[in-house]
């Protein structure tokens, strides 16, 4: 069965200090894996789409890599309003079309 | 740019009640997902329609249906409503019917069931 892990569920970090957000994934065959960040009261907003293992990709504070059996989310020197829940999902074989599957997330609290 | 906008907002229904849930997808976007979001889970796919046909279904019982009309905007329709049914139901839209065009998602419906 396809299925997505994340962790850990909560992380609470002090403005600086860097981390990184786990998403281990077991698929039948992976087309892509996704990220999202979402934050309280709206829908997921797409931050990186991974395809193959070995690829990183960087946005301001946020980067993703991706080998053939996890995902990592590393965040480097995270402000406040890095807060929010981030969630993990995978396009696989099985599925039709666009179907993803999505981890539970990862709740993050930045304090200055 | 318009994102994906979703109606109404929020919802309060009685078990047993019929709901439509509306989405209008990003422009140009052809194809159209729904998912459902309980409280502290992930999104959960639900439906996927690309050019007015159905290309994908999730685990839902057939009280949960869908249609896409030819302007690509979507409704989903729930019938018979039980109290497990209250969530956030997020409409996402992307360029492509298949794989690697990432979904762009709207801020969802909150179904409140009593």
């Known amino acids: 069965e396809d299925q997505v892990t994340q962790s850990p569920e909560a992380l609470r970090l002090q403005e600086g200090e860097s981390s990184s957000l786990n998403c281990s994934y077991t698929?039948?065959?992976?087309?892509?894996l996704f990220w999202y960040r979402q934050d309280p009261g709206k829908g997921p907003e797409f931050l990186f789409t991974?395809?193959?293992a070995g690829e990183e990709k960087e946005k301001e504070r946020l980067k993703a890599t991706l080998t053939k059996k996890e995902s990592f989310l590393h965040i480097t020197a995270p402000k406040p309003e890095d807060s929010a829940t981030y969630l993990c999902?995978?396009?696989?074989?099985?599925?039709?079309?666009?179907?993803?599957?999505f981890g539970k997330g990862t709740t993050l609290s930045v304090s200055s | 740019d318009a994102g994906v906008t979703q109606s109404p907002t929020h919802l309060i229904k009685t078990r047993g009640q019929h709901v439509t849930l509306r989405c209008s997808p990003i422009?140009?976007?052809?194809?159209v997902s729904w998912y459902q979001q309980v409280l502290g889970q992930g999104p959960q796919f639900i439906f996927q329609?690309?050019?007015?046909?159905?290309?994908g279904r999730g685990n839902f019982p057939d009280r949960f249906s869908a249609r896409q009309f030819p302007n690509y905007s979507s409704e989903l329709n729930v019938n018979a409503l039980l109290l497990g049914d209250s969530a956030l139901y997020l409409c996402?839209?992307?360029?492509?019917?298949?794989?690697?065009?990432?979904?762009?998602f709207g801020n969802g419906t909150r179904l409140t069931v009593t």
């Open positions: 996402a839209s992307s360029l492509g019917q298949g794989g690697y065009s990432p979904l762009h």
């Open positions: 329609y690309y050019e007015k046909e159905e290309r």
């Open positions: 698929v039948s065959g992976l087309r892509g």
């Open positions: 422009s140009g976007h052809k194809s």
């Open positions: 999902a995978v396009q696989a074989m099985s599925q039709a079309g666009t179907a993803l599957i």
């Open positions: 991974l395809y193959s």
